[in-house]
């Protein structure tokens, strides 16, 4: 089990025993009827487990850095904006745009706090 990738934190130690055990027959009990199945099954976790080790090596990358006046509050505020590139997220289609602010960021606010 050491080579899992699994989410941090995680312990089998917080598993109970009895459940691992029974996780074991059941798989045992389906190599001995299925050896199709099983092998199918294993063949799916390493495909899965090897899927998850490639994503969480991609680190995003930096594209740009905007620095974002506010000049409409009793104090200077200045906001640095980075925007990262990241190959584990999937560019937006054409006609489904995304948000690039925060949702506590909107309309009136941005307009209120910044001018060109």
Known sequence: MNGMNLPPGFSFDNVPENDLNQ????????????PKKYRDFIDHVKLE??????????VPLPHSVYMV????????????INVMKWD????????????VSPSWLHGQLV?????D
Do not use: F, G, M
Not at 23 to 34: A, D, F, M, P
């Open 23 to 34: 996780v074991w027959k059941i798989l045992t009990q389906l190599q001995t009827s299925n």
């Open 49 to 58: 487990e090897e899927k998850r080790e490639k994503l969480s090596k991609i």
């Open 69 to 80: 006046e506010a000049t409409k509050l009793d104090e200077k505020l200045i906001c640095y």
């Open 88 to 99: 584990r997220i999937k560019y937006p289609e054409p006609d489904k745009p995304i948000s």
């Open 111 to 115: 307009r209120d706090l910044l001018h």
